[in-house]
T-cell receptor
Framework: AQTVTQSQPEMSVQEAETVTLSCTYD???????LFWYKQPPSRQMILVIR????KQQNATENRFSVNFQKAAKSFSLKISDSQLGDAAMYFC?????????????WGLGTSLAVNP | EPEVTQTPSHQVTQMGQEVILRCVPI?????FYWYRQILGQKVEFLVS????????KSEIFDDQFSVERPDGSNFTLKIRSTKLEDSAMYFC????????????FGPGTRLLVL
């Protein structure tokens, strides 16, 4: 069975600085997708970025980018120029690419604080 | 931009009562999901639904749970006889057809069972 591990329960960063959140996963599949979701205090789950395992290029979305290391099964999220609005819980999630199995498997999350 | 909506935002119920959580997925989406998040714990998959039937369910999704798409827009989760441990945030999600699509989440329903 696939698992997702986020080893940093809490992180903090100064406004305008860069922070990296870690995520590792375990799978025997070769086709899968990885996601970072943000959950602000409102508790809405917001997609930040996604990565297809078959793509070697790391995904980027404005200030957010990932470092996808497929062999190491590592998928870290880098937030550049951190803003106060980035303060939230961040979840790493995995989804199989096989068949109709579409459920997301989640890490425990990392709580990010942004200090002014 | 279209979004997934959920009602109610908060629900308080007594143990043993039935609750129905409602979701309106994005209109052209074909796959629907329920997840739950107990406070301080991991988000857990409950069930996925496609073509008017359950496509996958987790061990959590026992006989006390059911899902329905009663019309062309709503997607509901029913808990027949709530337990204290059902207290959680319940998220609905949907995605379009296509294996490579992303799931989009609603704002959640916070359920408290007393």
């Amino acid at each position: 069975a696939q698992t997702v591990t986020q080893s940093q329960p809490e992180m903090s960063v100064q406004e305008a600085e860069t922070v990296t959140l870690s995520c590792t996963y375990d799978t025997s599949e070769s086709d899968y997708y990885l996601f970072w979701y943000k959950q602000p205090p409102s508790r809405q789950m917001i997609l930040v970025i996604r990565q297809e395992a078959y793509k070697q290029q790391n995904a980027t979305e404005n200030r957010f980018s990932v470092n996808f290391q497929k062999a190491a099964k590592s998928f870290s999220l880098k937030i550049s120029d951190s803003q106060l609005g980035d303060a939230a819980m961040y979840f790493c999630a995995y989804r199989s690419g096989a068949g109709n199995n579409r459920k997301l498997i989640w890490g425990l999350g990392t709580s990010l604080a942004v200090n002014p | 931009e279209p979004e997934v909506t959920q009602t109610p935002s908060h629900q308080v119920t007594q143990m043993g009562q039935e609750v129905i959580l409602r979701c309106v997925p994005i209109s052209n989406h074909l796959y629907f999901y329920w997840y739950r998040q107990i406070l301080g714990q991991k988000v857990e998959f409950l069930v996925s639904f496609y073509n008017n039937e359950i496509s996958e369910k987790s061990e959590i999704f026992d006989d006390q749970f059911s899902v329905e798409r009663p019309d062309g827009s709503n997607f509901t989760l029913k808990i027949r006889s709530t337990k204290l441990e059902d207290s959680a945030m319940y998220f609905c999600a949907s995605n379009p057809a296509g294996l490579r699509e992303t799931q989009y989440f609603g704002p959640g329903t916070r359920l408290l069972v007393l």
